[in-house]
Structures are given as structure tokens and as C-alpha cells.
């Protein structure tokens, strides 16, 4: 499985658009991009993955260049309650796949 | 629909009791994660159940840790003779088969060992 580095924490204020960049320079021809959240006292909640290039849904973007060495998670126009902590992964997801947290990235969203 | 359930949400023991800790996945779901959490800490995998293939017990961190799975559903972990060491969030997580399938992850249970 692909190793991933992420920063370790980043702040923000509310209103502004958060990108949050994950390097995974050894990812593999089948490996997906997946984005994690996880809240104090609760599972992570998947918010969203892409394989290549650029996808939206109703909560983030995820950009993919063309390399595939890296990601951004961006936020658009983040709240107090975004504030959490924010897990990049990567693999194939195939059976058998278990995911491989790393300590994230710790989002403080501040008034 | 309901999510993934676990059981008991918060569990307090003395050192060298056993506990079991419950999870229910999503119904449908053929696959089936255990998870650990300790304080501040990323998660840290425990063992993968797949349909009625033989579990992926490689990140079980010692042979006071089991789990099973019955009926293809619900699945319990087991850790006897508990140690403080122990003490942790404890997540279950269920998927769809096939590729890209994302995982749903239970609240966990947060295990004190006294």
C-alpha cells in the first residue's frame, strides 16, 4: 500500500476555503484516492475518492494531477463544525484491502 | 438506512477480565473491519472479514485477540486477560464488495482497562 504524507494540522477561519494537500508518490496503476473525516468521539466518515483528475460532490473537490503523486482535499467556504481531523488513503480498495490510517491532518476552523 | 452499530459504546473493565465487543455492519455488506484507536493516534487495523473466506487476522497484536464472524453479519471481538495496554477506541467498519468500495465506519467502542 502506498504511503501517504499530509500535514500534520492546519487552521483556518470560517467562510475561507480550506485545501489540504496529501503526497503519495509510490501510489500504484490501481490505487484510488480516498478522503476521510472523523469528528471526536466518532468513526471516520468517508467524504470522497477519485482516481484521476478532478472530483466534486456536495461536500469537497478532490484534484488529482496527472502524475497522481498527490491530492488536495479543498473545502469550500468551511464552518465550525468542519473543524476535525481529515485522513488521506490510498489503495485499491480490492477485498481484503484493510485501510491504512496515518495520523491525518487536523483542521481547526476558528470565527 | 441504519449504519454500522457497535456495542457496548463505552466499556470499563479491571485488568485480566475478558471482554466482547460487538459490531453490526450494514446489511449487505460482505466485508467486515476491526479497528483500534488509541488516544491521538491514526487507526490501526485488527483483522478483515470477507464472505465465508478465512479472516485476515495479520494486524491482531497478540493471541489474546479474536474475533469472529457469524452468519456472514454480525461480528464480535474478543480480548482475554485485558492488560492496560488494551485500552482504546475500538472500530468496526463494513464495505460493499469490489474495487474503490469506500468503508462505513461504526462510533466505536472506547475500552478502559483499569
Known amino acids: 500500500l502506498a504511503k501517504t504524507t499530509q500535514p500534520i494540522s492546519m487552521d483556518s477561519y470560517e467562510g475561507q476555503e480550506v485545501n489540504i494537500t496529501c503526497s503519495h508518490n509510490?501510489?500504484?496503476?490501481?490505487?484510488?484516492i480516498t478522503w476521510y473525516q472523523q469528528f471526536p468521539s466518532q468513526g471516520p466518515r468517508f467524504i470522497i475518492q477519485?482516481?484521476?483528475t478532478k472530483v466534486t460532490n456536495e461536500v469537497a473537490s478532490l484534484f488529482i494531477p496527472a502524475d497522481r503523486k498527490s491530492s488536495t482535499l479543498s473545502l469550500p467556504r468551511v464552518s465550525l463544525s468542519d473543524t476535525a481531523v481529515y485522513y488521506c488513503l490510498v489503495g485499491d480498495g480490492e477485498a481484503g484491502t484493510a485501510l491504512i490510517f496515518g495520523k491525518g491532518t487536523t483542521l481547526s476552523v476558528s470565527s | 438506512g441504519a449504519g454500522v452499530s457497535q456495542s457496548p459504546s463505552n466499556k470499563v473493565t479491571e485488568k485480566g477480565k475478558d471482554v466482547e465487543l460487538r459490531c453490526d455492519p450494514i446489511?449487505?455488506?460482505?466485508?467486515l473491519y476491526w479497528y483500534r484507536q488509541s488516544l491521538g493516534q491514526g487507526l490501526e487495523f485488527l483483522i478483515y472479514?470477507?464472505?465465508?473466506?478465512?479472516?485476515?487476522k495479520s494486524g491482531l497484536p497478540s493471541d489474546r485477540f479474536s474475533a469472529e464472524r457469524t452468519g456472514g453479519s454480525v461480528s464480535t471481538l474478543t480480548i482475554q486477560r485485558t492488560q492496560q495496554e488494551d485500552s482504546a477506541v475500538y472500530l468496526c467498519?463494513?464495505?460493499?464488495?469490489?474495487?474503490?468500495?469506500?468503508?462505513?465506519f461504526g462510533d466505536g467502542t472506547r475500552l478502559s482497562i483499569l
Open positions: 477519485g482516481y484521476k
Open positions: 446489511s449487505g455488506h460482505t466485508a
Open positions: 472479514f470477507q464472505g465465508n473466506s478465512a479472516p485476515d
Open positions: 509510490n501510489i500504484a496503476t490501481n490505487d484510488y
Open positions: 467498519a463494513s464495505s460493499q464488495q469490489g474495487s474503490a468500495q469506500p468503508q462505513h
